[in-house]
C-alpha cells in the first residue's frame, strides 16, 4: 500500500526545510525570494491558467518587497538549444539578482543552463558531461562571480528538475538530446505547489508518472553493490507504489487531488533518487528519441527490455520491484521463485501490463516515425564520452566496444516487443 507519511519523511529527509512543497504553498513564494534577492527575473510556461498563478507570484513577491523586473517565456518540451540561447539573452537584459523558474522540467532546466551561460559565458557544449560548470567556478572563485539564486517553482509531477543537477538540452537538428550534470546547478530553493498540477492533461500526467518511476528504477538497478543501495531501495519501496496505485486513478480523475499528491511525491522521490545515484540504460536511450517521442514514454518503453538485460546482476533489486509490481495486480508470477533472466522477464512482463492498462505502447515499432534512423543515432549516442556516464552508471556496465553487440539486440527486442532477441552479457 501507498505510504504518503513516509513519502514525505524521505523528501524532509533529503531537502530539509529548503524545500517548500504541499497544496497552496505558491502564496508564499515571496518568503523564499526577498532573502536572497529584490529583483527577480521570472522564466516561465504559458500553459492554460498559468497567467493566473503568475499573478499569484507577483503577490507574493510584492507582499515581501522584491519586485518582478521581467517575465521571460519558458522552453518548449525537450529545452531546445534555439530556447536556451533565447532565455539567456533575455536574462542578460533583466539585471535580476534572483531567477525564478515556474514550469515543468524544460523550463528548469533552461533556466539552470541559461544562468551558466549569462555568468560563465562560452558555449553549451562546453558544459554538457559531469562537474564541468563546478570546475570552471572553483578556477574563477577569487575573480568571478557565482551563479544567480535560483527558486525553481515546478509545475508537473514528472522530472523533478527543480531538486536536481541535471539540465537536460536538445538540438533539434540531429534530433539528439545532452545532459548537464553538476551540483552548483541544483537550485537552492525548490517550490512544488501540487494544486499547479490538477489541470495537467492526461498524456502528460502519464509521462510525468513514468519519467519518476524511470528515476527510482534505474538508480536502484544501478545501486546493486554500492553504500547507498538501501537509500535506493527505501525511495523506490515508498515511491513506486504511490505511482502504481495512483496514475490510473489521476488519469480518470483529474481532479482527484489524493491522486495527484501521490504523483507529485512519487515523482519527487525519483528526483531523490537520481541525487543519490544515476540512470542508465532507458535515458540514455530516451535521448534519441525525442524527435518521436515524450521523455517519459520513450523511458517506459525502454525500461522492461534493459531490465531482462540487466536481470542476472540485479536479482534483489528485482525482487523488491516484482513484489512491488506483484502487490499492485500487475502479475502473478512467483518472484522469490524465479532468478535471473526469468526474473527480468517477469518483471518486465509486469512493465508490459502497466503500460497497457494506461495505454502506453510497449515497443518502438508501435510509435509513429520510427525507424531504423532511430537505432542507429542510440548506438552513436551511447558512444558519445559526453554521455559516458549512462554507460558507466549500468549495472552491467558497457564499454564503447560493447555498444554494437550488446546494445543493438536490446534495440532491436524493443523495436519488435520480443525479449528473446537480448543477449545477456557472460
Do not use: W
Not at 176 to 184: M, R, S, T, W
Not at 252 to 272: F, H, I, M, Q
Not at 373 to 395: D, G, T
Amino acid at each position: 500500500m501507498a505510504d504518503f507519511d513516509r513519502a514525505r519523511f524521505l523528501l524532509r529527509r533529503f531537502k530539509g526545510n529548503a524545500y517548500l512543497f504541499g497544496t497552496g504553498v505558491l502564496r508564499e513564494v515571496g518568503k523564499v525570494v526577498a532573502p536572497v534577492g529584490k529583483r527577480a527575473a521570472l522564466i516561465r510556461g504559458t500553459f492554460p491558467g498559468s497567467n493566473d498563478y503568475v499573478k499569484t507570484i507577483q503577490t507574493s513577491l510584492a507582499q515581501a518587497g522584491a519586485e518582478l523586473v521581467a517575465q521571460i517565456k519558458g522552453a518548449r518540451p525537450n529545452t531546445p538549444r534555439e530556447d536556451l540561447f533565447r532565455i539567456a539573452e533575455e536574462l542578460r537584459s533583466a539585471d535580476a539578482d534572483v531567477l525564478i523558474s515556474f514550469g515543468g522540467g524544460s523550463t528548469i532546466d533552461a533556466t539552470k543552463a541559461a544562468e551558466v551561460l549569462c555568468t560563465l559565458g562560452g558555449q553549451i557544449d562546453s558544459y554538457f558531461g559531469t562537474g564541468l560548470i563546478s570546475a570552471q567556478l572553483s578556477r574563477i572563485a577569487k575573480t568571478g562571480k557565482p551563479l544567480k539564486p535560483h527558486v525553481a517553482i515546478q509545475t508537473v509531477a514528472g522530472s523533478a528538475a527543480h531538486l536536481t543537477k541535471y539540465s537536460n538540452i536538445t538540438d533539434t537538428a540531429t534530433g539528439q538530446k545532452k545532459l548537464i550534470v553538476d551540483d552548483a546547478i541544483v537550485p537552492a530553493f525548490p517550490v512544488f505547489d501540487y494544486e499547479v498540477t490538477h489541470s495537467t492533461p492526461r498524456d502528460l500526467t502519464a509521462d510525468g508518472a513514468f519519467d519518476g518511476i524511470s528515476h527510482t528504477l534505474e538508480v536502484l538497478y544501478g545501486a546493486v553493490g554500492k553504500p547507498h543501495y538501501e537509500q535506493a531501495a527505501d525511495i523506490a519501496a515508498t515511491g513506486l507504489p504511490l505511482a502504481l496505485e495512483y496514475l490510473p486513478q489521476a488519469m480518470s480523475d483529474p481532479g482527484n487531488t489524493e491522486a495527484r499528491e501521490a504523483l507529485c511525491l512519487a515523482t519527487d522521490l525519483g528526483g531523490y533518487a537520481i541525487m543519490i545515484g544515476g540512470t542508465n540504460g532507458g535515458h540514455l536511450t530516451s535521448f534519441s528519441l525525442v524527435d518521436i517521442l515524450p521523455h517519459g514514454r520513450a523511458c517506459a518503453i525502454m525500461n522492461p527490455y534493459y531490465t531482462v538485460f540487466f536481470a542476472p546482476a540485479i536479482e534483489e533489486p528485482l525482487r523488491l520491484v516484482g513484489r512491488i509490481y506483484q502487490q499492485a495486480g500487475l502479475t502473478r508470477s512467483d518472484m522469490d521463485g524465479l532468478s535471473g533472466r526469468e526474473l527480468g522477464i517477469a518483471v518486465a512482463g509486469a512493465m508490459f501490463e502497466f503500460a497497457k492498462r494506461i495505454g502506453f505502447p510497449t515497443r518502438l515499432n508501435e510509435v509513429d516515425g520510427f525507424s531504423q534512423v532511430h537505432i542507429e543515432r542510440a548506438l552513436a549516442a551511447a558512444k558519445n564520452p559526453q554521455l559516458r556516464m549512462k554507460l558507466e552508471n549500468m549495472p552491467v556496465p558497457l564499454s564503447t566496444e560493447m555498444v554494437d553487440k550488446y546494445m543493438r539486440p536490446i534495440l532491436e527486442a524493443a523495436r519488435y516487443g520480443d525479449l528473446a532477441i537480448i543477449k545477456n552479457v557472460p
